[in-house]
C-alpha cells in the first residue's frame, strides 16, 4: 500500500516557475513508477509525466516535453515535477500516481493515486 501527498500547486503568472512535490508512504516506494498527470475543468484527466523507479528513465507528454522535469529522491520517498515556462493552458489540478511497473503514460495503469493540488497559470 502506498499513500501519496502532492503539495507546491499555487497561482503563478505566465512565464514563470512551480516545483510540485508527491510525498509517498511505505518502504517499497523506490520500487515503484511514478506519474503525474493532470486534469482541467470539464476535460478527462491527462498524462504529464513519468519516471521509472531509479529516475533514469523518464517519459513526457509532448505539451510539456522541455519545459517540465520528473524527478525523484528515493531517500526521501518524493517524486518531483518541475514546471518551467507555465501556461495558462497547464492550469489544471495536478495528480501524483505509482505503479508497480514499469513508465507509463496509461492512467489505468497505476494503481495509486494522490488527492491533487491546484495549479493556476494567470495570463
Known amino acids: 500500500q502506498v499513500q501519496l501527498v502532492e503539495s507546491g500547486g499555487g497561482l503563478v503568472q505566465a512565464g514563470n516557475s512551480l516545483r510540485l512535490s508527491c510525498a509517498a508512504s511505505?518502504?517499497?516506494?523506490?520500487?515503484?513508477?511514478m506519474g503525474w498527470f493532470r486534469q482541467a475543468p470539464g476535460k478527462e484527466r491527462e498524462f504529464v509525466a513519468a519516471l521509472n523507479w531509479s529516475g533514469a528513465g523518464t517519459y513526457y507528454a509532448d505539451s510539456v516535453k522541455g519545459r517540465f522535469t520528473i524527478s525523484r529522491d528515493n531517500a526521501k520517498n518524493t517524486v518531483y515535477l518541475q514546471m518551467n515556462s507555465l501556461k495558462p493552458e497547464d492550469t489544471a489540478v495536478y495528480y501524483c500516481a505509482a505503479r508497480g511497473g514499469g513508465v507509463s503514460g496509461r492512467k489505468r495503469e497505476y494503481d495509486y493515486w494522490g488527492q491533487g493540488t491546484q495549479v493556476t497559470v494567470s495570463s
Open positions: 511505505g518502504r517499497t516506494f523506490s520500487s515503484y513508477a
